[in-house]
């Protein structure tokens, strides 16, 4: 009985993140809009509902109801399951994430993560990693030159940034001596002295860096970026099949956002007065900011210059920092 | 019970992805289901309890992969079939058959003989990856340290084969620049 008790929880907290996770990509396309917008000193979306904000609905609605056009010479199969890799990757990822400290509800102990694993953080970085297939496939079965390229694009980024990004946080789990992000929550729980971002400066910024790569966002976007390759990889892409390949991008923006408050930031310990889970709330929050700020203000690179950043700069300096900690622990 | 079912689904996913990868004629069709294969086996590592292994298992493959795609991109149009030559079916057909069973055979051998036995059983709260550290880093140190000389080997003979002539290359490319210059 209590194998099935633990299989109907771990698909009720499945369901409750999917759903959230889901409607919050949904959510933060109107926030984007919104911030670009004001940075860009505009209004943004403004019509529909208060303040724009049913714009939302809107493009749901949209985005369910139009038609979703298959290419004549693309392979079908692989062209209609690209999308979906994209996103279930994105929320298979965050079974290992825990989001809040664990609470009681009811009498009942409820851990905010779905499964536990002792290598949750290995495990978080390669499912999000398998996420770039959806890009790749999407670009090859579409037969669409403009689709080639994105795909082609996916593979170079794929291949510079996943170097860096598990590079660079060796550093903190060789301090940590865990895989768990639990315990690399419990090792900063002493305030804010203790996060790992000042023990650990040059592994937070390859690993942010890396964290923009990976979901494609702004500076670092050559995978569909329009002035080059249309719409890379989704060129051919309508509808809902669209849609999913965005609520795939969006949701690997959070879980970056979380793996960053996590394992530099404190996670979920709470500071002062705030409680832990509006602390990681907060800090999320700001992540996502983050994502769109950046995106407001740089311009975008090539992918030479991405790979010559990944390779020539990031990687030996990761490396180094490795170096370091090593002797600094020794 | 759930382990069961668990074991059965991605055995039959499994066994199906393999089973495409050889059949089909598409190149896409078979790289993705050989991505596919790799990641459903790492199901069974889960299942096992060694979730190190499982995730090592997504990530090496998954990487592996997508080189593997990388080169499908550079050979073939990835959206036609391939045209193989194959002389005779049967020949084909029966030695792939006899490899299989063989393979099985030499598997099942301990199995049916009774004579496994952990030479290194789990521990108890020792967790995955520390287990593997231990005997990495002790019985299997040697291999383990000429392995990781092998690679290195392998990854400066790819970057000499590579970088062979660059320069000169790039200078031939030059030359011809400047006669497209003086408009020759």
């Known amino acids: ?330 | 019970m759930y382990e069961v079912i668990a074991f059965y689904i991605f055995s039959i996913l499994t066994v199906g992805m393999f089973g495409i990868v050889v059949m089909s004629k598409n190149a896409l069709y078979a790289m993705s289901a050989l991505a596919g294969g790799m990641i459903f086996i790492s199901g069974f590592f889960f299942i096992l309890d060694a979730e190190f292994l499982g995730v090592v298992q997504i990530v090496v493959y998954s990487g592996a992969i997508m080189a593997l795609y990388a080169f499908g991109m550079m050979f073939f149009d990835t959206t036609r079939d391939v045209s193989e030559k194959m002389r005779s079916k049967k020949i084909a057909y029966t030695l792939s058959i006899i490899s299989a069973v063989l393979i099985v055979a030499i598997l099942c051998m301990p199995l049916v003989s009774e004579s496994i036995e952990a030479s290194y059983p789990a521990m108890e709260n020792v967790g995955n990856i520390q287990m593997v550290g231990l005997i990495l880093f002790t019985k299997y140190l040697v291999p383990f340290e000429l392995a990781a000389i092998m690679l290195l080997v392998a990854m400066i003979s790819g970057i000499v084969l590579a970088s062979k002539k660059m320069d000169e290359h790039l200078a031939i490319e030059e030359d011809e620049c400047e006669m497209l210059k003086e408009g020759k």
Not at chain 1, 94 to 115: C, D, N
Not at chain 1, 151 to 173: D, K, N, W, Y
Not at chain 1, 176 to 202: A, E, V
């Open chain 1, 1 to 330: 009985m209590f194998e099935t008790a633990v299989i109907v929880e771990t698909v009720v907290k499945a369901v409750i993140v999917v759903s959230i996770v889901a409607a919050m990509a949904g959510f933060a396309t109107f926030i984007e809009r919104k911030v670009l917008a004001f940075m860009q000193r505009r209004l943004g979306p403004m019509h529909v509902g208060p303040y724009g904000l049913l714009q939302l609905a809107a493009d749901g609605i949209k985005l369910f109801t139009k038609e979703d056009i298959i290419p004549q010479n693309a392979i079908k199969p692989i062209f209609m399951i690209a999308p979906v890799i994209a996103a279930t990757s994105a929320f298979v990822a965050m079974a290992a994430v825990p989001y809040f400290p664990e609470f009681t509800l009811f009498g009942y102990t409820i851990h905010p993560i779905i499964s536990d694993i002792n290598v949750a953080l290995l495990y978080v970085m390669g499912v999000a990693s398998v996420g770039i297939y959806g890009p790749l496939l999407a670009g090859m079965s579409s037969a669409n030159k403009w689709s080639l390229l994105g795909a082609a694009r996916a593979v170079v980024q794929m291949l510079s940034f996943e170097v860096v990004s598990g590079l660079s946080i060796l550093a903190p789990i060789m301090l940590i001596g865990s895989l768990s992000l639990i315990d690399i929550n419990d090792y900063q729980s002493g305030g804010i002295t203790q996060w790992l971002i000042w023990k650990q400066p040059l592994a937070f910024v390859l690993f942010a860096i890396a964290g923009f790569m990976e979901t494609n966002r702004a500076p670092f976007d050559t995978v569909e970026f329009e002035a080059e390759v249309v719409a890379g990889y989704a060129t051919e892409y309508s509808g809902m099949r669209w849609g999913l390949f965005f609520i795939g991008e969006y949701a690997n923006m959070i879980t970056i956002s979380v793996l960053v408050s996590i394992i530099f930031m404190g996670g979920y310990a709470p500071l002062w007065f705030i409680p832990g889970a509006v602390m990681m709330l907060l800090k999320v929050s700001f992540w996502i900011f983050l994502f769109l700020w950046v995106r407001a203000a740089w311009p975008h690179v090539r992918p030479d210059q991405l790979m010559w950043v990944c390779w020539k700069v990031m990687m030996p300096l990761s490396v180094v920092n490795i170096l370091i900690t090593g002797f600094v622990l020794i």
